[in-house]
């Protein structure tokens, strides 16, 4: 027969052994997928419209290469048509897929190269020229991922590197949540009073104050899910 003091040793080991188990197992449910719960929307070529200077071919600021998406546009470009006020642009405007109701999400891989700065990402937009024209801006600022302009920093260190974005819109609360490799980063409320819209999404190049010469997005596995 072992001693008591074995025994128990042996009992504070498993005990220690299940419980960092336990510990092990909960971890995920911390950091689950956030497209759990949600369904994809199905995205072919004609959903995605290119908007761009009217004055460059497509072929000077946009490429498809083996599923990667570059987008670039340099301060020096037009508005996307002409006489329009805008700033230049090199942005994809997901079709298809306007909604004013439940929620909605967007994913994709996003790749900022070094040097970019000035420029909004990725945007939520409300349709037909409803104000706030933006619920939501994701602007590159000196190598961080800020939300609008510059009031709430998502992400630092982008540059050169793939990373996976994820935002959530809930238009009934009016909230936005952002993730990054799939961790929370950010939850905050949408633009404008929550009054009923018509949204849509876009990513790319956008210019923004202080830019850069040249902006540019990378992106892949860009999808749509709602629920």
Known sequence: ???PIASFGWFLLSFMACSSSLIVISLPCINADPTDGFTPVPLTDPNFKLQKPYNVPAGDCYSDVNGVLTLWVRSSDQAFKHGSPTLPRAEIRIKGY?????????EGDMFVPNGTTGATVMQIRRENGQLP???LMLMVYDGVLKFHSGTKDVESNIYDRWMRLNVIHDVGNNTLTI???GVQ????????DGSVSTFYFKFGVYEQKEHSPLMESRWQNVKLYKK
């Not at 980063?185 to 404008?192: D, P, V, W, Y």
């Open 185 to 192: 980063k950010l939850q905050a409320e949408g633009n404008g």
């Open 179 to 181: 993730y990054v490799d």
């Open 133 to 135: 024209a933006t619920i």
């Open 1 to 3: 027969m072992g001693s």
């Open 98 to 106: 306007d909604y004013s109701s439940g929620v909605w999400q967007f």
